[in-house]
Every structure is written in structure tokens, then in C-alpha cells.
């Protein structure tokens, strides 16, 4: 199929075959010496075309029109045996006869292909009065479109062309690229075609993805996909894809791993007390110029602004990996270390801090310990206007979560279901007395929660006394002897017990001994035994409230379920926080983007100055006037959308307008 130039084709095709088109009238000086042609391939299939002279190259010419599907008619007083054998097979038109004017009428592109020069001069005017496409052979200076040799594999299609100056070096070049051409080039381009929705989504920056297509195209690929087939082919792509990801140039650049990525093992390996965190904002300093280090038991993250945009991912991991673990291999660390960057980073703070991606879901004391990472660094220095703006939404996006949403409402945790209960059955639970029967880690973990809840009073009880002295010194209350059961459970208002007894330690008649002297005051039992330490029939006695590990368990599924009903609504103030995040990261672009959008303005200005200054033989006066006029027609152009980026900044809701003039003026801004 013939590329065509810069004008618009008729596009009507229900018109009789050679009925007059009219159209704008166009000067064939216009014209001449035009070579910048836009390449398009154009669907010719039962669209009319003239051919103008019958010789060995219309012959040629004609060939190809037909195999694009068109209809020809030759207007010509000689034909080449080939044309004569087309006319022979009713394939062509044939008016044998000099060329005329008229001959163009109801044409879609005419071919002039005279053995004349002046008669293709003639036909190339003609076409243009008609606003036709027209290809004149052997001179390009009178053609508005060029028809190249086309080799075809499946749909990956490349056309040769010199313009008509040369057909026979055409021919070579098109020669050696059939050569290295392969059939395998149509699969290795379908495959490429599958792609394209991923790298579109993953590599969001139009520069990041011409990056990964020429590297793709420029790396092995090609070869494994020959060699070894499509799979191959994927994998070193995925090595591309992933290595432009990772270094695409980022504002925040989020490194870490977590419980979902990391065995404790290792987890414990990355693990940061407050003095050990001032360390490390020290040492990431040469790297970042903003930087908040989040370590919990579950979880060690950086944030940063870095200084270079590109590669900040991969460098951050590399130096974490040195810090933390030297001694292991890089493989073996890698993959449990995550790099978010920018919009991706900052779902992920947001998703932390509302509690939907810690162990325990909703949970809330990580909202604490995000405002406190923030705290540390910024006392020490480390923050700035990105990541203090990002960590502030984040906690805003923590506490709406909690309070807009049940996703912290409903406890999750065996301890934190007994406080609840205890509540449920007392009140207010401050002057209430703990007794914790054992020292198993549950059972402590419960006391502590109660204690950090309010309880001033704690007693201990074990068999082995040294025991009970080491819990009851760790939580400040008393040791009391094993002995002294009954006594400690007249005194105590909530009872945990997890002893390992291999039978029930607390009988009913144990229980009503010490109910008597209590005049009846409730008692709140919290068997976490396995086996149980508590009678079931202790449950059935008046004030009695009795709960072992499974009811706590059914409990805390229950709650489970309920928080878990409410992700979708947390889920939802998060991508509203990361858009308000994003819009105004992005406002943090307008004056880079303005900036770039005068200078590439300005370029272009002095570009054309040059280009048409000594055709116009201006004095020294007049050129400085045409570069004051120049000037000010860009001032003028470019102050509405000046004043509409500047707006847009301070309503925080640029983004869009920013990514439409970097989109539209092609602009790279740092």
C-alpha cells in the first residue's frame, strides 16, 4: 500500500467510479520540493486509482495496486505486455489514448507514470486543483505521496522507499531485509501486542515505556522467542519490565517488608529501636533529603524523598541488605523487600495506618506508632514538605478509618475479647482486682491488657512460687501462695487462669466456698487453659460468668468477620486520601511543568527565527522588532494556561491539567 503525505484522502466510496470529486483547490508550488511525508497505510481495497502511462514502471505500480485491492484505470497510448495481460484478465481499465485533464475525475490518488516528464508535470497539477493524492514517478519534488516496496509477516509491515530517485537501491534494501526478516517476526509481534494493557498500567510515565519498548526490542528477546519459544521471550522481558519499574523517577520511594513478605527470621534481622532509627535516618541521608523509618514487630519501612529520582528502589533495598544483614546474600534478602513508588507508596502508608495491613486487622496501636515514626524524624531533622504532608494524611486516613468505620470496634485478639467481656459485666474496670492463676504467656497477655486498661490491682498465683514472685514484680502486683486460693478468689473481681493441670483445678465447690465470702459479688473467670482449669459446672452458679478459649475464639472470629465486612468502607477513605495526596504531589509539578512549557515555547521560537530570518533580509531594527513580536505572540498564548496551572495549584486539583500539557507538549520536567 502506497504512504501517503499530509492532505485528507476523499473518504466517500458510494460515488460512481470515475465521477468528478471537486475538493479545494491546491497550487502545485506549494507543493514542490515537499519530502517531509507522513507515513500511513491506506485500505485500498475497491477505492478507484489512476494510473497515468503504460510502461514498465506503471507495470510495476499497477502490481501493487492491485494486490492492495484497488481499482485502476491507465490512461496511455502504449502499454507494456504486463498491462496488456491485465487488460487481457479484465483487471484494469485501459483508455489507450494521450492523457487529459478529465481522466483524473472520481479518482481516490492517481499515479503519474509518463515516459514524459511534462505530461506527469500536467498530471500532478491536475491532481492538486483537485486535492488529490498523486504520486509522479522519478521526481518527488511533484508527489504529495510516495509508494514504497512493502514486505509483510503476518501484521508487522515495513515499507522501502528512495522516493523514486533510486528503485534499484529500493530493491537491495528491501532484498537484505527479507533476508533477516524471518516468519518468526509475526508471532514475536503478536506476543508483543498482549502486552501492551501491563506496561501501559505498570509504567504510567510515557517516557518509562518507550524506555522498556526499545529495550525490549534492542535486547535478546527476539532470540529466545526464535530459540526457545514464547516463554523464554516473557522472561526476559519480565527482567526489562521490572528493572524500568523499580527505577522509574520517583517523588516518594517506599522500601520494607512486612509479615505478608518476610519470615520472622528475617523480619528480625531488620528490626529498629528509636536510638537505632536515629542512626539510620543519619545514614539515609546522603540518599534521601526527606526520609521516616516505621519498625514494629510485624513490619520496618523507609520513606524517602531521594536526591535522584531513578533507581531509588533498587538503591534504598541495597542499602538496607548492607546494613541489616551483610552477611546474606543478596538473594537471599531481595525478595522479601518491597519498592512502592509515589501513588503506590502512599496507599500503602494509608492502608498501614487505617489498619488493614497488619496481622491483626483494625488493629490500633500502629496508628500510634506511624505518628510517632514521623515524630522521631522529624525531631531529628529528617522531614520536609512531601513526607510531612504524606504522613499527615496518613494519619488522618488512620483516625477516619476508626472512627468512620467498625474496623477497630470489635476486638480480635483473645486478650483484648476478655477486656471487653470484663467491661460488659462491670463497668468501669479500674478498681477491679486481677487474679492470674499461672504464668502461661496467654494469661499474661490477657493481664497486661486489663492492666493497661486501668486495673490498679493485681495478685498472682502459681505452684511454684518463684514464678509467681518474677509476674507479680513484672506487673507490679502481689505473689500469694497456692495454698491461699480460696482466700485470693474472695478478693479478686476477674480471674485468668492457665496452669497446664492436666484437670480441672477449680471445682464447684472451690468456687462456692469463695462466692459466700464474697456476698455474692460477680466473678469473672477467663479459662484459657488446654485442658480446661475451670469445672464447667462452675458456670451454673449464681454471679458467676464463665468463659474458656473457645468461647473467647468464637468470639473473636465473629469480630473478625465484622471488621472484615468493613474494609471495602476503609478501603474507600484510603483511595480518597491517596487521590487528594496525588493531586497535591502533583500541583508540586506546576512550576517545573511551566517552566519546561516556555522553554520548549521558546525553543521553537528562535528555532523558526533562524530558519526564516535570512530568507526575509530584515535590518538589524526590523529583527529586533520581529523577536519583540515573536516574544509577546508567546507571552500571549501561553498566559491563559499559565493562569489556569497556577489556579489549579491552589485549589490542590492540577494534576489533570498537569499531565495533559506534559502529555500534549511532550515535557520532561525534573
Not at 91 to 111: F, H, K, Q, S
Not at 475 to 504: K, N
Not at 520 to 542: E, Q, S
Amino acid at each position: 500500500m502506497p504512504a501517503l503525505g499530509p492532505a485528507e484522502p476523499p473518504t466517500s466510496t458510494s460515488r460512481p467510479l470515475w465521477r468528478g470529486t471537486g475538493g479545494s483547490t491546491v497550487k502545485l508550488a506549494e507543493q514542490k520540493s515537499v519530502h517531509n511525508y507522513y507515513p500511513a497505510f491506506l485500505d485500498l481495497r475497491d477505492k478507484p486509482v489512476v494510473v497515468v502511462g503504460g510502461g514498465e514502471v506503471a507495470f510495476r505500480k499497477i502490481e501493487s495496486l492491485l494486490a492492495a485491492g484497488a481499482r485502476v484505470k491507465v490512461v496511455a497510448p502504449q502499454l507494456h505486455v504486463g498491462v496488456e495481460a491485465l487488460l487481457q484478465r479484465n483487471e484494469v481499465v485501459v483508455e489507450r489514448r494521450e492523457y487529459a485533464t478529465g481522466d483524473l475525475d472520481g479518482a481516490m490518488l492517481v499515479i503519474a507514470a509518463a515516459s514524459l516528464p511534462e505530461v506527469n508535470h500536467q498530471v500532478a497539477a491536475d491532481a492538486a486543483a483537485r486535492g488529490l493524492f498523486v504520486n509522479v514517478v522519478d521526481d518527488p519534488s511533484f508527489c504529495n505521496f510516495i509508494v514504497p516496496s512493502v514486505i509483510r509477516r503476518d501484521e508487522l509491515t515495513l515499507a522501502i522507499s528512495t522516493g523514486g530517485l533510486s528503485p534499484a537501491l529500493a530493491k537491495r534494501v528491501r532484498q537484505k531485509l527479507e533476508e533477516t526478516l524471518v516468519p518468526e517476526y509475526g508471532g514475536f509481534l503478536r506476543m508483543l501486542g498482549t502486552l501492551r494493557a501491563r506496561v501501559r498500567a505498570e509504567l504510567p510515565l510515557s517516557a518509562q515505556r518507550e524506555a522498556f519498548w526499545s529495550e525490549v526490542v534492542n535486547s535478546d528477546a527476539f532470540d529466545r522467542f526464535r530459540a526457545k519459544g514464547e516463554e523464554a521471550a516473557l522472561g526476559r522481558i519480565e527482567e526489562i519490565l521490572q528493572r524500568i519499574r523499580d527505577g522509574e523517577p520517583c517523588t516518594v520511594v517506599a522500601v520494607g517488608l512486612n509479615h505478608r513478605t518476610a519470615p520472622v527470621e528475617i523480619r528480625e534481622l531488620f528490626a529498629v529501636g528509636s536510638e537505632a532509627t536515629g542512626l539510620l535516618l543519619e545514614d539515609l541521608a546522603e540518599m534521601a533529603r526527606e526520609r521516616v523509618v516505621i519498625s514494629t514487630c510485624n513490619r520496618t519501612e523507609v520513606y524517602a524523598v531521594p536526591h535522584q529520582p531513578r533507581q531509588a528502589g533498587p538503591e534504598l533495598r541495597g542499602l538496607l541488605r548492607r546494613i541489616f544483614c551483610p552477611d546474606l546474600a543478596q538473594s537471599q534478602v531481595d525478595p522479601h523487600l518491597y519498592a512502592l513508588h509515589n501513588e503506590v507508596a502512599a496507599r500503602h502508608l494509608f492502608s498501614v495506618a487505617a489498619g488493614i495491613d497488619s496481622m491483626i486487622l483494625g488493629e490500633p496501636q500502629i496508628l500510634g506508632q506511624v505518628r510517632d515514626a514521623f515524630e522521631l524524624a522529624a525531631e531529628r531533622g529528617a522531614t520536609g514538605p512531601i513526607l510531612s504532608n504524606l504522613f499527615q494524611r496518613a494519619v488522618a486516613t488512620g483516625k477516619r478509618a476508626r472512627t468512620e468505620t467498625d474496623i477497630s470496634r470489635n476486638a480480635v485478639s483473645v486478650s483484648h475479647v476478655a477486656v471487653e467481656m470484663a467491661r460488659d459485666i462491670f463497668g468501669d474496670i479500674s478498681t477491679r482486682t486481677v487474679l492470674v492463676v499461672g504464668a502461661g504467656e496467654m494469661a499474661e497477655l490477657a493481664a497486661k491488657n486489663l492492666l493497661d486498661n486501668g486495673v490498679r490491682s493485681l495478685l498472682v498465683i502459681n505452684r511454684t512460687w518463684e514464678k509467681a514472685v518474677g509476674l507479680a514484680e513484672r506487673f507490679g502486683g502481689t505473689a500469694l501462695a497456692w495454698e491461699s486460693m480460696v482466700e485470693a478468689l474472695a478478693q479478686a473481681d476477674i480471674v485468668i487462669t492457665s496452669t497446664g493441670a492436666p484437670r480441672p483445678i477449680f471445682q464447684r465447690e472451690l468456687v462456692e466456698t469463695a462466692m459466700a465470702n464474697r456476698r455474692r459479688r460477680p466473678l469473672f473467670l477467663i479459662d484459657i487453659a488446654v485442658p480446661r482449669d475451670v469445672d464447667p459446672a462452675v458456670g451454673k452458679l449464681d454471679s458467676v460468668f464463665l468463659y474458656d478459649i473457645d468461647d473467647l475464639q468464637s468470639v473473636v472470629e465473629a469480630n473478625l468477620r465484622e471488621r472484615e465486612s468493613e474494609i471495602p468502607r476503609v478501603q474507600a477513605i484510603v483511595e480518597e486520601e491517596v487521590r487528594g495526596f496525588v493531586e497535591w504531589l502533583r500541583c508540586q509539578e506546576v512550576v517545573p511543568t511551566i517552566v519546561a512549557l516556555r522553554d520548549r515555547m521558546e525553543r521553537i521560537r528562535k528555532a523558526e527565527l533562524a530558519r526564516y530570518s535570512p530568507r526575509l533580509d530584515l535590518s538589524d531594527r526590523d529583527r529586533k522588532t520581529l523577536d519583540a513580536l515573536t516574544q509577546a505572540i508567546v507571552n500571549k498564548v501561553l498566559h491563559t494556561p499559565t493562569i489556569r496551572l497556577k489556579s489549579q495549584a491552589n485549589d490542590g486539583s492540577c494534576g489533570t491539567y498537569v499531565d495533559a500539557v506534559k502529555e500534549l507538549f511532550d515535557l520532561e520536567t525534573t
